[in-house]
């Protein structure tokens, strides 16, 4: 079974602070997302990877960052959290080519205060 | 417009109903469709997975799509409480690894 782990489930963070979040994923994917989730917006795309070192930004970008270092692992990171940030964040990974699915992770709450 | 259309619900039906829902989308080039199942406060998790039109089945459930209507639907026999949870449709084109989502339908089936 595919695996995505993401490294907190809630996180509470002031005003400011940098916040990183880490996803794992154990399938050997080359493609990994990063989406956040608000209630009457669904699922926007942040960042996404589609190899080590690569990445291309979603629909939502401002405000965050990613990182890559390693195929099995992709970092958003929050440089400085604002209170719009607060919210429910997916990891999600797929093989490469088009329809592929997609796996998410269990998501991480992230409150902003 | 947005380019699927999924309408949020809140949708409730007793135990045993057939459940139906739907996504209509704009985007002529998706060729791949998926239904995903949220639970509360989890990940969503893929339930189906149907490539062009056509019929599948899985169990209790059935994706259809329609490619000439731009209409994906899912359907969920004898439903019971434990597939209470937000049903999200996806779709992507050709050779395009990211999705476009609707925006939800959450279910509630009451015992």
């Known amino acids: 079974d595919v695996k995505v782990t993401q490294s907190s489930r809630y996180l509470v963070k002031r005003t400011g602070e940098k916040v990183f979040l880490e996803c794992v994923q154990d399938m050997d994917h080359e493609n990994m997302f990063w989406y956040r989730q608000d209630p009457g917006l669904g699922l926007r795309l942040i960042y996404f990877s589609y190899d080590v070192k690569m990445k291309e930004k979603g629909d939502i970008p401002e405000g965050y960052s990613v990182s890559r270092e390693k195929k099995e692992r992709f970092s958003l990171i929050l440089e400085s959290a604002s209170t719009n940030q607060t919210s429910m964040y997916l990891c999600?990974?797929?093989?490469?080519?088009?329809?592929?699915?997609?796996?998410f992770g269990p998501g991480t709450r992230l409150l902003v205060l | 417009q947005k380019e699927v259309e999924q309408d949020p619900g809140p949708l409730s039906v007793p135990e045993g109903a057939i459940v139906s829902l739907n996504c209509t989308y704009s985007?002529?080039?998706?060729?791949?469709f998926m239904w995903y199942r949220q639970y509360s406060r989890k990940g969503p998790e893929l339930l189906m997975y149907?490539?062009?039109?056509g019929n599948k089945e899985d169990g209790r459930f059935t994706a259809q799509v329609d490619k000439s209507s731009k209409y994906i639907s899912l359907f969920i026999r004898d439903s019971q409480p434990s597939d209470s949870a937000t049903y999200l449709c996806a779709m992507s084109a050709q050779n395009d690894y990211k999705l476009s989502f609707g925006a939800g339908t959450t279910v509630t089936v009451r015992a």
């Open positions: 999600a990974s797929s093989s490469p080519g088009g329809g592929e699915t997609q796996y």
């Open positions: 985007n002529s080039a998706f060729q791949y």
């Open positions: 149907t490539y062009s039109s």
